[in-house]
């Protein structure tokens, strides 16, 4: 579990299930779904068919749940891209509109990256997005990240093509940078 003040990232237990179904397959076009990769199709599902997917991720490394003031409100994941060459991505969401332009993003994926960082041999840590989410992509810049790749025009979405958006950074960068702000902290807190 990592914390930031009323923040919490932590592994997904059986207990979460019924509320990451209720967010995300109980709807049939939900509000998240419009930023998060809207090209593709979304499907709902029962709760019985939920279920089996659910419960294979209770207690795994791979996605964990996002709560705001104790109340489960998105997840935060990884994928391997290319496992024996540690190439990881990551991604974040939150199902609820109320819960978007708060800052809640960046903090989560703060969390994130460090404890991939922390606990895993990576070089880099990224994400992929389109152009569309113009948030997520202020998120990365937030972070640290660079744009690494702009792939253009190969998302189409209710009748106009957008870019699909590759943002990363280097363990190196992201260490040099917690460094600085720790140094940063230092300097401007009172004794």
Known sequence: MYKDQNLIIRPIEEMDLPRIWELEYNEEKPEWKKWNAPYYPHETKSFDEFLPIGRGWVNQSNVWVIEVDGVLCGTVSYYWEHEPSKWLEMGILFYEGGDWGK?????????????????????????????????????????????????????????????????????????????????????????
């Open 103 to 191: 800052g809640l993003g960046t903090r989560t994926l703060k969390l994130w990256i460090d404890h991939l960082f922390n606990t895993m041999p990576l070089v880099r840590v990224g994400f992929t997005t389109w152009s569309g989410n113009e948030r997520m992509i202020r998120v990365g810049e937030k972070l640290g990240m660079q744009l690494e790749a702009r792939i253009r025009k190969v998302r189409y979405y209710e009748g106009e093509y957008y870019d699909s958006i590759r943002m990363g950074i280097l363990r190196e960068e992201w260490e040099a940078q917690n460094f600085n702000q720790v140094n940063k902290d230092k300097i401007t807190s009172p004794n």
